[in-house]
């Protein structure tokens, strides 16, 4: 470790040895300790779910909180619960804020016995399939009072009136709302008198809503056929007794669709909320036995415990000893690569396939990118020393001929000398837009033009190199086509892939400039019939430098940068450029442009 240079206390092995220690050490008390509190409170809490106590607990708190609106007098009730049932009851919110409880100094933590709320009764401590989900108890709108309680009575009194002809035994239950239940209590073997009695004694009276009723109920149907309504379903009307139906359909009992009955439910919830009490938990335990008390282990069971953990200790550390050398082994290789001297080819093995093999990865193609870069930089300078170097050499050969009295100086001299200058110039200003394009430095000012016009424009500019040539220069191009674009630029573009075609192209040949749009791209073409390009040159056209004569000769090439600036300004357009050639046939250039239609000019 101390061959990095990085110090001892810092060293990435040391952090991850001290950080899997300390992880394996918690671990191990973290679960010791829940192992035994959670033991223990679960035979509690099991023990406490399965008693009677318990369940007249639950019904007397649901009794209360689907009375109230609020848990702010239930202290009274705990305590008496407490006295009858020899339990300690506590009531807490959601996030375990006491809110009651018979043992003030008791703490909670263990799981709760129940979740009281009256409008999802638990199944276990409140029957649920005889009561429904709903406790009866939380009535809300539904309370009848005066003339509306008196209304139901009389319905009540003329069917029992009705059901005692046939001499069927029938019992009137109340209900906390204020209606009432009929019950058939006697033997009878034959159901379809049964509903037969039903119809005659029109029991469909007992689901029809009084006065009071008729708002509440219909604010329950809207609440559960909205529900509905999300599932793609029909609404649904709820009647006095808490039945309902899809509307629009002939028949009144559909309470089979357990889909459609948990909308019902959950309408009522909704409408019933504000007239009861808020959900809490419920804590019980037996009295004289504080929730928080854990099981005492023996000393041999503690020894054992204590054991156990000083060998998963032990394999824990052993076990980060060997990960941690395997992992800092191949980041040693990553500083003692990257420290080596620029000039060196520096790699480094990939020894796995986690994240620091992929860093290895990115450190070799890092350095090969170096490599390629470093490479391509000095073959530039040597580029752009040869190319300089001509234009200057036959400058000062001329002077010093022309200084030694060999050649006269005259207008002709003067006229290579401005020849020379012009090259020189020439290839200074390519590779000044070059290195600007390279940079992101170029400057592009757009404006509306039209196409035709600039493709005329570079083909005058071109006629007195094509015609000596005996090159015939033509142009294939829509009048309409238009497009934001910087005319000096767009120019240049063309005009180099023109004279570039013009050189390459025999005496009898052709190049054309052609222009049309494919969708959203505004397509220009520059097709010559000269010698073409080979394919194993065809990558290599856009470089900087390149020529596909080998030997430099001006009369074959320019300064080897037009296609490559070409390929820039391309791109800066938000464009791209191709090439396609057969050798002995010709080459087409294909210049691709973002089209949209132009309504007038712009500068960016």
Not at 110 to 132: F, K, M
Request: aromatic residues 4%.
């Amino acid at each position: 470790m101390r061959r990095s240079g990085v110090p001892l206390r810092t060293s990435l092995f040391v952090r991850l040895l001290a950080a899997s220690l300390l992880v394996a050490l918690c671990s191990v008390a973290a679960t010791t300790w829940v192992a035994v509190t959670t033991t223990t409170q679960a035979i509690s809490t099991e023990q406490g779910r399965s008693s009677q106590a318990d369940a007249r607990i639950y019904d007397a708190l649901i009794g209360y909180s689907a009375t109230h609106t609020d848990w702010g007098g239930v202290q009274p009730l705990v305590r008496d619960l407490a006295a009858r049932t020899g339990r300690a009851i506590t009531l807490t919110t959601p996030a375990r804020t006491p809110l009651a409880s018979s043992e003030p100094t008791m703490r909670i933590r263990q799981r709760p016995a129940a979740s009281v709320d009256p409008l999802r009764l638990d199944p276990v401590l409140s029957h649920e399939s005889t009561v429904g989900p709903i406790d009866p108890r939380a009535v809300g709108p539904f309370f009848l009072e005066g003339e509306d309680r008196d209304r139901v009575r009389a319905i009540v009194h003329k069917i029992t009136e009705c059901l005692a002809g046939p001499r069927i035994a029938t019992e009137v239950v109340p209900l906390p709302t204020g209606r009432y239940s009929i019950r058939f209590t006697g033997h009878t073997s034959n159901a379809d008198e049964l509903l037969t009695a039903q119809r005659t004694c029109d029991f469909d009276e007992l689901k029809a809503p009084v006065p009071s009723e008729v708002v509440p109920l219909r604010q329950a149907s809207e609440l559960a056929s909205e529900c509905l309504n999300q599932q793609g379903r029909p609404s649904v009307e709820i009647f006095a007794d808490f039945s309902w139906h899809f509307t629009g359909h002939t028949k009144h009992q559909e309470n089979s669709d357990r889909a459609a009955q948990e909308c019902v439910y959950e309408g009522r919830r909704q409408q019933l909320r504000p007239y009861v009490s808020p959900p809490v938990l419920l804590f019980v335990s037996d009295r004289g036995h504080p929730t928080t008390e854990t099981v005492r282990l023996s000393s041999e069971n503690t020894v054992r415990i204590a054991g156990a953990a000083g060998i998963v200790l032990t394999v824990t550390c052993a076990v980060t000893i060997l990960l941690g050398s395997r992992l800092v082994r191949p980041l040693r290789a990553l500083i003692t690569a990257a420290q080596r001297p620029a000039d060196e080819a520096a790699r480094v093995p990939v020894l796995t396939k986690d994240e620091i093999g992929r860093v290895a990865v990115a450190f070799n193609d890092l350095a090969e990118r170096r490599e390629s870069l470093e490479r391509q930089r000095r073959a530039m300078v040597g580029d752009v020393a040869h190319e300089l170097r001509t234009p200057l050499t036959n400058i000062r050969s001329w002077l010093e001929a022309a200084q030694d009295g060999l050649t006269p100086t005259d207008q002709q001299l003067l006229a290579l000398l401005l020849d020379e200058a012009v090259l020189l110039q020439h290839i200074i200003e390519d590779l000044r837009d070059l290195a600007a394009a390279e940079a992101g430095n170029l400057v592009l000012h757009r404006e509306a033009l039209s196409v035709r016009h600039v493709l005329e424009q570079v083909a005058v500019a071109h006629h007195g190199a094509a015609g000596p040539a005996g090159v015939e220069l033509s142009i294939q191009a829509a009048d309409e086509l238009a497009l934001h674009a910087d005319p000096v630029r767009l120019r240049q573009v063309i005009g180099n892939l023109v004279s570039n075609a013009i050189r390459h192209t025999p005496s009898g040949g052709r190049v054309v400039l052609r222009s049309r749009r494919e969708g959203h791209e505004l397509i220009l073409e520059v097709i010559d019939t000269g010698c073409g390009i080979q394919p194993a040159d065809l990558p290599h056209v856009f470089d900087r430098f390149w020529r596909a004569d080998k030997s430099r000769n001006r009369q074959t090439g320019g300064s080897g940068l037009g296609l490559a600036i070409t390929r820039k300004l391309t791109e800066a357009h938000d464009g791209t450029i191709s090439v396609i050639s057969t050798p002995g046939i010709g080459s087409v250039f294909t210049v691709r442009l973002p089209w949209r239609p132009c309504a007038g000019s712009q500068t960016s």
